[in-house]
Nanobody
Framework: QVQLVESGGGLVQPGGSLRLSCAAS????????MGWHRQAPGKQRELVAA???????NYADSVKGRFTISRDNAKNTVYLQMNSLKPEDTAVFYC?????????????????WGQGTQVTVSS
């Protein structure tokens, strides 16, 4: 089993920045990729950004150039730096982990999930 704990959400004005963190514990050796997903009210959950243990990344078109995912393997932590935030970025952001052998570029590939952290972009 893998446990994921997110932090760093909050309220920010349009154009502002936030950094989310996700600390993983447990059976870390089984994890290939970690990703950030978000779910806005009334919408489906979507994959925002993901990164593999080898450093490959994948981003949703809507966040390319604004969000950056990174990981610190020594700390078992993944970060999502969000810049130029827009009101439409408002959502609950979830950290998730995909085991080896699963499709890490699709939401269905993630088998461990955190509890989520709220990000609100509003003036």
């Amino acid at each position: 089993q893998v446990q994921l704990v997110e932090s760093g959400g909050g309220l920010v004005q349009p154009g502002g920045s936030l950094r989310l963190s996700c600390a993983a514990s447990g059976s870390i050796f089984s994890i290939n990729a970690m990703g950030w997903h978000r779910q806005a009210p009334g919408k489906q959950r979507e994959l925002v950004a993901a990164i593999t243990s080898g450093g490959r990344t994948n981003y949703a078109d809507s966040v390319k150039g604004r969000f950056t995912i990174s990981r610190d393997n020594a700390k078992n932590t993944v970060y999502l730096q969000m810049n130029s935030l827009k009101p439409e970025d408002t959502a609950v952001f979830y950290c998730a982990a995909a085991s080896y052998g699963r499709n890490w570029v699709q939401i269905q590939g993630y088998d461990y999930w955190g509890q989520g952290t709220q990000v609100t972009v509003s003036s």
